[in-house]
């Protein structure tokens, strides 16, 4: 990574993100800006961070999940984070595919239940 630094309303506009959501990460401790004075500067460190967070969020995973994976890295390094997110990955997985048949069936039913009132039309 380079040397940017960004500052705090770079980091809002770089990722889409309000300020209070911003200020919010920091609160809970997934993002640690490096501050000078009152100004806030977001270094490659939390820029990756911020990366995997929104990434994570995406996927479904909870803040304190995030929060608690980006601890393992600190305290134990990359092969115990690659373990912990196999097993996050691996039940995200599992509960993504059972939203999707979810889905498909309330689909189905939506698509049954527009059919028939399609044909009730049709014979009045």
Same mark, same amino acid.
């Given at each position: *990574?380079?040397?940017?630094? $960004?500052?705090?309303?770079? *980091?809002?506009? !770089?990722? +889409?993100?309000?300020?209070?959501?911003?200020?919010?990460?920091?609160?809970?401790?997934?993002?640690?800006?490096?501050?000078?004075?009152? %100004?806030?500067?977001?270094?490659?460190?939390?820029? %990756?961070? *911020?990366?995997?967070? $929104? !990434?994570?969020?995406?996927?479904?995973?909870? $803040?304190?999940?995030?929060?608690?994976? $980006?601890?393992?890295?600190? @305290? @134990?390094?990359?092969?115990? @984070?690659?373990?912990?997110? &196999?097993?996050? %990955? +691996?039940?995200?997985?599992?509960?993504?595919?059972?939203?999707?048949?979810?889905?498909?069936?309330? &689909?189905? +039913?939506?698509?049954? /239940?527009?059919?028939?009132?399609?044909?009730? /039309?049709?014979?009045?």
């Amino acid at each position: *990574m380079t040397d940017t630094r $960004l500052t705090f309303k770079e *980091m809002c506009a !770089r990722f +889409d993100v309000t300020p209070r959501t911003l200020r919010y990460y920091e609160y809970i401790e997934l993002l640690a800006p490096e501050r000078e004075g009152r %100004a806030r500067f977001y270094g490659p460190r939390e820029i %990756a961070r *911020m990366t995997l967070i $929104l !990434r994570g969020r995406r996927f479904g995973f909870s $803040l304190e999940e995030l929060r608690q994976w $980006l601890l393992i890295y600190q @305290q @134990q390094g990359t092969r115990p @984070q690659l373990e912990a997110w &196999i097993g996050l %990955a +691996d039940r995200q997985l599992a509960e993504l595919a059972r939203q999707r048949d979810e889905l498909d069936v309330t &689909i189905a +039913d939506l698509e049954a /239940l527009r059919e028939t009132a399609v044909k009730e /039309l049709g014979e009045s």
